[in-house]
Nanobody, 127 residues
Framework: QVQLVESGGGLVQAGGSLRLSCAAS????????MGWFRQAPGKEREFVAA????????SYADSVKGRFTISRDNAKNTVYLHMSSLKPEDTAVYYC????????????????????WGQGTQVTVSS
């Protein structure tokens, strides 16, 4: 079992930045591909970004490329999502996820349910 707890969400103006954190506990964090998803009101949950356990292999949704950066600190069992140039359409609940994908396959996280989910953190971008 892996437990994931997100933090860092909040209200920010368009053009601003936020950094989300996801603290993991339980089984060996460093052997999991980690990712972020989001779900806006009335929409399906969508993939945002993923990072393999052997960085710097990452994958991003087209909608966030160049604005969001995913990183991880295996020593702290934490994965981050740095979001910049935020837009109102980035408003959503952001979920951390863990998957047993092998390095190099992190893009597959966009196409299959991960093994574990966090409880989510709200990000609201005002115009």
């Amino acid at each position: 079992q892996v437990q994931l707890v997100e933090s860092g969400g909040g209200l920010v103006q368009a053009g601003g930045s936020l950094r989300l954190s996801c603290a993991a506990s339980g089984r060996t964090f460093s052997s999991y591909t980690m990712g972020w998803f989001r779900q806006a009101p009335g929409k399906e949950r969508e993939f945002v970004a993923a990072i393999s356990w052997s960085t710097p292999s990452t994958s991003y949704a087209d909608s966030v490329k160049g604005r969001f950066t995913i990183s991880r600190d295996n020593a702290k069992n934490t994965v981050y999502l740095h979001m910049s140039s935020l837009k109102p359409e980035d408003t959503a609940v952001y979920y951390c996820a863990a998957d047993s994908l092998l390095p190099g396959l992190e893009a597959h996280m966009a196409h299959r349910p991960p093994d574990y989910w966090g409880q989510g953190t709200q990000v609201t971008v005002s115009s």
